[in-house]
């Protein structure tokens, strides 16, 4: 089965590696993800492409103990097979904090600080038989 | 600059009521908005009608009555009825009106929102499972409880005092009360955050009709003055719902902003007010937001709700009518409602809810999506 990305313009390196595409502001320096080319921070509108860090800090996070709607969720929705999953903010140093996926989901198994690295979930299968992946955060071996 | 009174407030009871519009349930809290009052809608010279779901507010003039006013729909985020309220009060404090109502009435689909992220390079955050409110109040409430020491078995204080002051309150949706072992134990939705822990999307309608404080004894012996009324959208930096990303650098959100304008507007400090109603989308929320408005330090929520301060009896009460956990959430009527309740108050006529002592001075906060706020103060 190949594996492709849930939205190419942001997730990208699948299948192989994963790299997710942010902006940095040339006026400023702050940094956005997904891209936009609009700042929010000084009102430029010249942000450029960058591959973000693929490692990061957890800032905070939660665990999504319910299936969400769908649409617009396009993973497990049936709550006799729906999987409880991390949802977290990934801090990647100088740049941004990043909402992701997390791959743990047990709550005694994640705290605020760990090291944290780039990695994808699947999703869904889509109509051609491809299995459609987004990007997650797993804790790196240091922890 | 001419002061405002609130004259006249009138509701449909919050919760789920089959057959009924939302319109429908915002044309009666005009009707008992009027009737309290002792004015006919053929005095208002403005309205400003808040709805997220159900419909365009202004279309009920067919139903009041076609009398040329000028109707304006207002459509703000979670701060829907609390923008009502302060394009109301500007257009009074400003001069150009005397008297005219402001409004909000919704009706939501069961269970969390729905949020459809098209367009923007964000159909993904949808697709993903990362496009939930509950999610963000989940996590926001993780790390303050990391950085602060709130503990979990104060996350169901809060709850269970919701549902006890809604158990008082006619005008409530969930009205039975429930133990915090309960509480702890329902589902766990978005740790630390459980079933009983969360509001959810409902319906209701309230309407309050106000008029240039010279005027106010004309309608009633009990007025009540708004003394401040602001609403805030969020500065870079802050933390806030539906948000992808986050700056690294931190900023205070919209709740700060909004609550430091309140006061200075008003001129008085949190200290010399009586009693609040807070956002508590969720319970977390209401203890975040009682630091955030002002009224103490972070992380001594933990100890003021162990120790019962903010029940109806308390040195500081919080959400006397049961907050959004016990009234459900209709956005368009949801900042009003906490209006309502103040009004109620200062007024004594709070029934079996009635904070003691004679209040003076009210608070009320609305916080949500897309990182918003609206603040008022109200005084005897
Ligand atoms: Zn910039």
Redesign the pocket.
């Known amino acids: 089965m190949t594996q492709v990305s849930v939205q190419d313009t942001v997730l990208v390196g699948i299948p192989g590696e994963p790299r997710l595409i942010g902006g940095k502001?040339p006026?400023?320096g702050?940094h956005v993800f997904p891209m936009q080319k609009d700042?929010p921070?000084?009102t430029?509108d010249q942000i450029e492409k960058v591959e973000l860090s693929t490692k990061g800090i957890l800032w905070t996070w939660t665990i999504q103990g319910f299936p969400p709607k769908s649409p617009p969720y396009i993973g497990e929705t049936d709550p006799e097979n729906f999987e409880a999953y991390g949802v977290g903010y990934v801090e990647l140093p100088g740049e941004v904090k990043v909402e992701a996926r997390l791959t743990e989901n047990d709550p005694t198994r994640l705290r605020v600080g760990m090291e944290m690295e780039l990695t994808v979930v699947p999703l869904a299968i889509d109509e051609e038989g491809n299995e459609v992946v987004t990007f997650a955060f797993q804790p790196t071996e240091n922890n | 600059m001419h002061d405002v009174a609130i004259v006249g407030i009138g509701m449909h009871e919050f919760g789920r009521h089959d057959g009924v519009t939302g319109m429908d349930q915002g044309v009666v809290a005009v009707r008992r908005a009027l009737a309290d009052a002792g004015a006919q809608w053929e005095d208002l010279e403005f309205a400003f009608g808040g709805s997220k779901d159900a419909g365009s507010p202004d279309t009920m003039v067919s139903r009041l009555g076609l009398t040329g006013l000028q109707f304006i729909n207002v459509h703000n985020g979670c701060a829907t009825g609390g923008s009502a309220l302060i394009s109301s009060y500007n257009a009074i404090r400003s001069g150009t009106f005397e008297i005219g109502i402001a409004l909000g009435f919704d009706k939501h689909e069961r269970g969390a929102f729905r949020v459809r992220t098209r367009g923007d390079n964000l159909e993904w955050y949808g697709e993903s499972g990362m496009a939930l409110t509950t999610q963000f109040f989940g996590m926001k409430i993780n790390r303050y409880m990391h950085d602060y020491g709130i503990t979990q078995n104060t996350l169901a204080k809060v709850s269970t005092k919701a549902f006890r002051n809604g158990a008082l309150n006619p005008m409530a949706w969930r009205r039975k009360p429930f133990s915090e072992e309960e509480v702890l134990e329902s589902t766990m939705l978005s740790y630390p955050l459980t079933q009983y822990m969360f509001c959810s999307p409902g319906e209701g309608g309230v309407a309050l009709v106000l008029v240039r404080a010279d005027k106010a004894k004309e309608f009633t012996d009990n007025p009540v003055y708004l003394k401040s009324c602001v609403v805030k959208s969020r500065r870079f930096g802050s933390f806030e719902v539906f948000s992808p990303h986050l700056a690294n650098e931190f900023s205070e959100g919209p709740t700060v902003d909004a609550s430091k304008a309140a006061f200075e507007m008003a001129g008085i400090g949190p200290d010399e007010i009586d009693l609040a109603q807070l956002q508590d989308t969720e319970s977390g929320a209401e203890v975040m937001h009682m630091a955030e408005n002002g009224f103490c330090e972070h992380g001594e929520q933990e100890s003021m709700i162990q120790n019962g301060e903010t029940e109806i009896d308390g040195r500081f009460p919080v959400n006397t009518d049961g907050g959004c956990l016990a009234n459900g959430e209709p956005i368009g009527a949801s900042g009003l409602r906490q209006v309502y309740e103040n009004v109620l108050q200062l007024r004594g006529d709070a029934g079996e809810r009635q904070v003691p002592n004679d209040p003076q001075t009210a608070y009320t906060h609305v916080y949500g999506a897309p990182g918003i706020s609206g603040v008022t103060i109200l005084s005897k």
Do not use: A, I, L
Request: overall charge neutral; glycine content about 12%.
């Open positions: 502001c006026d400023c702050n700042c921070k000084c430029g």
